[in-house]
């Protein structure tokens, strides 16, 4: 059984055009890890992958012999949605003469959102872009496009109403939503032990599981997935429960105990997540991303003669180091803040946490961040790689869009002045911040 699955493999190997202004899988093999980086044997997302379940491996060979181009570049694969049309002909020629349209103005919208979106990704899926990844399938990155497409529609319908208007129109989506949420504090009682009644810790400790410690646990996990390194996600855990103090006073979901914070979430449930997280990747035999090994490049001298010469030089390490540096920073506070939206269009949207509809949007993003994560990574890290893919500037597209009705709708809700302690502190962190970095990247 093992011997045929290798000669599958070695039989549905295709050569693929290479671009040398945008990066892609078949580029893996370029990549040069830098100083500090993994250097063991580095599997792959591809076709090089040994997944340790048989069953996924003779898929995996069978999607990538059907997946071939034909003269005129065209997957074949995705130009049979000849099928799909007809099916949705004879749907709307059954409902148009037969079924009776109803009074009900809600119902009837919904099935035109409904009728909307699958025809929107009948059409659009077969010409989308492909994803950086083939495996499970390459159809299943191209609707996952088209879905961020059809969510950035929704968002930039909302973005142009005012806020009472949008919060009536999600009506139409479901009818409980529209109506003013009541609002939960976890830190009114933080007392912990009580040496006279010990029991009551456990009772308090199951006394706050509620859905917030299912997204801990379910998005830390599927973040590790997404991020594939130790460092980042628990720099990501650690933050944001720092963000949850910071903004407790516009937030009151983020008014929690210490041991709330510290024990919960960032240690049990977060902690939880990312191992459960890393130990799927290492069982897949997937590859380990090295975030913070990106900045760590041997540093040379430059040649230049003066300052000015040194920083327009493109051979500078020093430079390349700093800009490196810079850029994770950037992507873990983008990160942030796709985390932080979640919340904020809750509150000003009207939407639960944990409503169906803040489900898609976590797996929508989640899914979407291991794209984004592939091809930020690559484009640092692969000399080759001249370019970001489509995926990083959808997401970036999706989450400036969602900032921007936080901006809009919650302006009242901004405007609460942060603490002067939470100031100081917040001041205090970035001058050490950007310290440490001008330290390691210019004068170390």
């Known amino acids: 059984m093992v011997g045929s699955l290798v000669e599958m493999r070695e039989a549905s190997r295709i050569p693929e055009a290479h671009r040398a202004d945008r990066c892609g899988p078949s580029e893996r093999g370029a990549h040069r890890p830098h100083q500090g980086a993994y250097s063991g044997p580095v599997p792959t997302d591809d076709d090089d992958d040994l997944l340790p379940c048989e069953f996924l491996l003779q898929k995996k060979m069978e999607w990538s012999r059907e997946i071939v181009a034909d003269e005129d570049g065209r997957t074949s694969?995705?130009?049979?949605?000849?099928?799909?049309?007809?099916?949705?002909?004879?749907?709307?020629?059954?409902?148009?003469?037969?079924?009776?349209?109803?009074?009900?103005?809600?119902?009837?919208?919904?099935?035109?959102?409904?009728?909307?979106?699958?025809?929107?990704?009948?059409?659009?899926?077969?010409?989308?872009?492909?994803?950086?990844?083939?495996?499970?399938?390459?159809?299943?990155?191209?609707?996952?496009?088209?879905?961020?497409?059809?969510?950035?529609?929704?968002?930039?319908?909302?973005?142009?109403?005012?806020?009472?208007?949008?919060?009536?129109?999600?009506?139409?989506?479901?009818?409980?939503?529209?109506?003013?949420?009541?609002?939960?504090?976890?830190?009114?009682?933080?007392?912990?032990?009580?040496?006279?009644?010990?029991?009551?810790?456990?009772?308090?400790?199951?006394?706050?599981?509620?859905?917030?410690?299912?997204?801990?646990?379910?998005?830390?996990?599927?973040?590790?997935?997404?991020?594939?390194?130790?460092?980042?996600?628990?720099?990501?855990?650690?933050?944001?429960?720092?963000?949850?103090?910071?903004?407790?006073?516009?937030?009151?979901?983020?008014?929690?105990?210490?041991?709330?914070?510290?024990?919960?979430?960032?240690?049990?449930?977060?902690?939880?997540?990312?191992?459960?997280?890393?130990?799927?990747?290492?069982?897949?035999?997937?590859?380990?991303?090295?975030?913070?090994?990106?900045?760590?490049?041997?540093?040379?001298?430059?040649?230049?003669?003066?300052?000015?010469?040194?920083?327009?030089?493109?051979?500078?390490?020093r430079a390349r180091r700093f800009k490196r540096c810079l850029a994770v920073f950037v992507f873990i506070i983008s990160l942030l803040i796709m985390e932080l939206n979640a919340f904020y269009l809750k509150s000003v949207l009207w939407i639960p946490i944990s409503h169906w509809l803040q489900l898609v949007r976590l797996v929508l993003f989640l899914l979407g961040g291991a794209a984004v994560s592939r091809e930020v990574y690559q484009y640092m890290d692969d000399p080759s790689c001249k370019s970001l893919g489509h995926w990083t500037w959808m997401a970036f597209l999706l989450v400036m869009t969602e900032l921007a009705i936080v901006l809009r709708f919650g302006r009242d809700l901004l405007l609460i002045p942060l603490p002067d302690h939470v100031l100081r502190g917040w001041i205090a962190g970035s001058v050490g911040l950007t310290s440490w970095v001008v330290w390691t990247s210019f004068i170390r």
């Open 77 to 317: 694969h995705f130009w049979r949605g000849y099928t799909l049309l007809l099916v949705l002909t004879c749907v709307l020629a059954f409902v148009a003469p037969f079924q009776e349209t109803p009074t009900n103005d809600k119902h009837n919208a919904k099935r035109y959102v409904g009728i909307f979106v699958t025809m929107f990704l009948v059409f659009a899926v077969p010409f989308a872009p492909n994803g950086p990844f083939k495996w499970p399938h390459p159809v299943f990155w191209r609707v996952l496009t088209c879905l961020c497409v059809v969510y950035q529609m929704g968002l930039t319908f909302l973005l142009f109403q005012t806020a009472d208007k949008s919060r009536q129109v999600l009506k139409y989506v479901d009818e409980s939503l529209g109506e003013p949420l009541h609002r939960k504090s976890y830190g009114e009682n933080c007392t912990f032990w009580d040496a006279d009644h010990p029991g009551r810790v456990i009772h308090k400790i199951w006394a706050e599981c509620d859905i917030y410690w299912v997204s801990h646990l379910l998005g830390f996990y599927l973040n590790a997935l997404a991020l594939r390194d130790y460092w980042i996600t628990h720099v990501m855990s650690v933050m944001f429960e720092l963000l949850e103090y910071s903004l407790e006073h516009q937030i009151p979901e983020f008014e929690e105990c210490w041991w709330d914070h510290w024990i919960l979430d960032a240690v049990l449930c977060n902690g939880l997540g990312i191992w459960c997280g890393m130990k799927t990747l290492e069982y897949l035999d997937m590859k380990l991303y090295n975030w913070r090994g990106l900045w760590q490049v041997p540093v040379h001298d430059s040649n230049r003669k003066t300052t000015l010469e040194q920083l327009k030089s493109p051979d500078w390490s």
